[in-house]
Nanobody
Framework: VQLQASGGGLVQAGGSLRLSCAAS????????MIWFRQAPGKEREFVAR????????SYADSVKGRFTISRENAKNTMYLQMDSLNPEDTAIYSC?????????????WGQGTLVTVSS
């Protein structure tokens, strides 16, 4: 299983970025997909998750109303649209996959992509 996050970069506060997570080696449409992030000096935290067919989504309170998770099963790809970014969103963002919707320990993890928000 390979999960590759991309789309990170440097953005000013108030700006937007769209992250992608490309998956291979698994039946993508059978998996819940999840975004996590880890800021410098902090523990990894949950950001958002979406179930296998896209009908259920959940978000961390810190990103609710600003971030939108989505997926395209035909392309084996998940997205995270991040709007109204602030410096506290600076982190390495990683994607993960699991058959369960509410798991805190996904079975599969990918490499992260760095998002830096300048003030």
């Amino acid at each position: 299983v390979q999960l590759q996050a991309s789309g990170g970069g440097l953005v000013q506060a108030g700006g937007s970025l769209r992250l992608s997570c490309a998956a291979s080696g698994l039946t993508f449409s059978s998996y819940t997909m999840i975004w996590f992030r880890q800021a410098p000096g902090k523990e990894r935290e949950f950001v958002a998750r979406i179930n296998s067919n896209g009908s259920l989504r959940s978000y961390a309170d810190s990103v609710k109303g600003r971030f939108t998770i989505s997926r395209e099963n035909a392309k084996n790809t998940m997205y995270l649209q991040m709007d109204s970014l602030n410096p506290e969103d600076t982190a390495i963002y990683s994607c993960a996959a699991d058959r369960l919707f509410a798991t805190s320990r996904p079975a599969h993890w990918g490499q992260g992509t760095l998002v830096t928000v300048s003030s």
